[in-house]
Nanobody
Framework: QVQLVESGGGLVQAGGSLRLSCTAS????????MGWFRQAPGKEREFVAA????????YYASSVKGRFTISRDNAENTVYLQMNSLKPEDTAVYYC????????????????????WGQGTQLTVSS
């Protein structure tokens, strides 16, 4: 049974930093891309960042590029999202997801193309 468990959310002031973690279990994820998405109240779930588990290629939404960094620890089966220079508009529930994609890089960003999801962790950025 595949499980993705996020942690690390919380309340932070604007300009601050936080790191989210996503621990994956239940299968081998070497052929997967791991992504972070977020969903603010009343808005659709949106792509934030993703990483190809095997090679470590990364890509980001333009709204977070330069502020967020996605990385993975193969030994711990964990994906991280380091978030710096946080803004109030970053406030959302953040979800970890896994996507099996054998096509060209980068893979699709649509949430519907991801196969597994975590339960989400709340990030609130105060102004």
């Amino acid at each position: 049974q595949v499980q993705l468990v996020e942690s690390g959310g919380g309340l932070v002031q604007a300009g601050g930093s936080l790191r989210l973690s996503c621990t994956a279990s239940g299968r081998t994820f070497s052929s997967y891309h791991m992504g972070w998405f977020r969903q603010a109240p009343g808005k659709e779930r949106e792509f934030v960042a993703a990483i190809r588990w095997s090679a470590g290629n990364t890509y980001y939404a333009s709204s977070v590029k330069g502020r967020f960094t996605i990385s993975r620890d193969n030994a711990e089966n964990t994906v991280y999202l380091q978030m710096n220079s946080l803004k109030p508009e970053d406030t959302a529930v953040y979800y970890c997801a896994a996507q099996q994609w054998g096509g060209s890089f980068p893979p699709p960003r649509s949430p519907s193309t991801y196969d597994y999801w975590g339960q989400g962790t709340q990030l609130t950025v105060s102004s």
